[in-house]
């Protein structure tokens, strides 16, 4: 009872769980950068952090070609994992979508990822 007590008390000094990630843009404006060009691989992706506690999955098809999707899968909200095997999975119930166009490849999912519009300025990718 007492060892209990005492995890319990040890875990409660630790404050809140960090807030669950949202997929989207946050509080990111038309502008404000996303990540650069050269962290996103190619035939991959990655998920970046964005203000206001969101996330946003940033893909490379091809090289040179990146696109951006908010990670929430339509089914439930549960983010993605970012491409593997040429395709993007949720990891919850395992809708599958293209990482080229977001379209949703295999269900429960009935619906695709929504696309977010962002552009290469330099090195960097850029919210449009």
């Known amino acids: 009872m007492l060892l209990l007590c005492g995890l319990a008390a040890a ?7 960090a807030p669950r990630k949202t997929g989207g843009v946050g509080t990111a ?6 990540t650069s060009a050269a962290s996103v691989p190619v035939g991959s992706g990655v ?7 969101a ?4 893909v490379q098809p091809q090289s ?9 899968c ?5 983010l993605v994992n970012p491409p593997a095997g040429g395709v993007i999975t949720c990891p919850l119930h395992g809708s599958a979508f293209d990482p080229s166009s977001g379209a949703v490849r295999k269900g ?13 300025s330099g ?3 850029l919210l449009s």
């Open 11 to 17: 875990l409660g000094a630790c404050g809140e769980p």
């Open 29 to 34: 404006r038309p502008g404000d950068r996303v």
């Open 47 to 53: 998920l970046v952090d964005m203000p206001g506690n």
């Open 55 to 58: 996330q946003l999955l940033v």
């Open 64 to 72: 040179g070609e990146f696109r951006a999707f908010n990670p929430a």
């Open 74 to 78: 339509p089914h439930v909200g549960s």
């Open 108 to 120: 429960p999912a009935t619906s695709g990822l929504t696309e977010v519009a962002i552009s290469v």
């Open 123 to 125: 090195q960097d990718l």
